[in-house]
């Protein structure tokens, strides 16, 4: 993937730093949580998360740096999923 415009991150949560006691299961399960990173507001309160478009053609483009900004932040999601999940699995088959 190329670069992005950066609006949109995700945070791990629910693992733990694999301190547990040996045998002791954890509950605790990663997830991940996608949201917005960049936004202006309007007058009106919207959070904006694109610039003023003045004809379809901006909309457009504006709309594909979106898309491809959130297909880049899923493949990064996914990825530290996959890894906190194995990570995991090998803990308990200690």
């Keep these: 993937m190329g670069k992005t415009i950066g609006r949109f991150g995700f945070e ?10 040996e045998g002791e299961l954890s509950l605790e399960m990663p997830t991940i949580e996608i949201g917005l990173k960049q936004w202006t507001t309007s007058d009106s309160g919207m959070h904006l998360v694109i610039p003023e478009c003045r004809s379809e053609r901006e909309i ?14 899923a493949s990064q999601a996914k990825a530290v999923l996959r890894r ?9 088959s200690k």
């Excluded at 898309?67 to 880049?72: G, N, R, T, V």
């Excluded at 906190?84 to 308990?92: C, F, I, K, V």
């Design 12 to 21: 791990l949560s629910g693992v733990t730093s694999g301190s547990s006691q």
């Design 84 to 92: 906190e999940e194995a990570r995991l699995a090998a803990q308990s």
């Design 60 to 73: 457009d483009a504006n709309i594909k740096l979106l898309k491809d900004d959130l297909d880049a932040v």
